[in-house]
Nanobody, 123 residues
Framework: QVHLVESGGGLVQAGGSLRLSCAASGRDFSSYGMGWFRQAPGKEREFVAAISASSDSTLYAGSVKGRFTISRDNAKNTVGLQMNSLKPEDTAVYYC????????????????WGQGTQVTVSS
């Protein structure tokens, strides 16, 4: 059973930065793609960023490209999301997830999810 635990959320002013981290356990972390998704109140969950198992591929949602950076450390079984130039519209619960493939974007291809961490950006 895979267990994912996010940390690093909080309250920040617009223009500020936060770094989210997700610790994984339960299977061979280095064999699976990882992703970050978010869900704002009253909205559906949406894709934020994905990284391949070996970190050779990344993909970002258009709304965060150039501001967010996804990374992973396979030696430590962690994946991070550096968020810069935050905007009020980035306010959401952020979830990390582990894919069933070496790289995935669609949420339906992710088998395991963390409990989420709240990010609130004030204007």
């Amino acid at each position: 059973q895979v267990h994912l635990v996010e940390s690093g959320g909080g309250l920040v002013q617009a223009g500020g930065s936060l770094r989210l981290s997700c610790a994984a356990s339960g299977r061979d972390f280095s064999s699976y793609g990882m992703g970050w998704f978010r869900q704002a109140p009253g909205k559906e969950r949406e894709f934020v960023a994905a990284i391949s198992a070996s970190s050779d591929s990344t993909l970002y949602a258009g709304s965060v490209k150039g501001r967010f950076t996804i990374s992973r450390d396979n030696a430590k079984n962690t994946v991070g999301l550096q968020m810069n130039s935050l905007k009020p519209e980035d306010t959401a619960v952020y979830y990390c997830a582990e894919a069933r493939l070496r790289f995935a974007v669609r949420s339906s291809l992710y088998d395991y999810w963390g409990q989420g961490t709240q990010v609130t950006v004030s204007s």
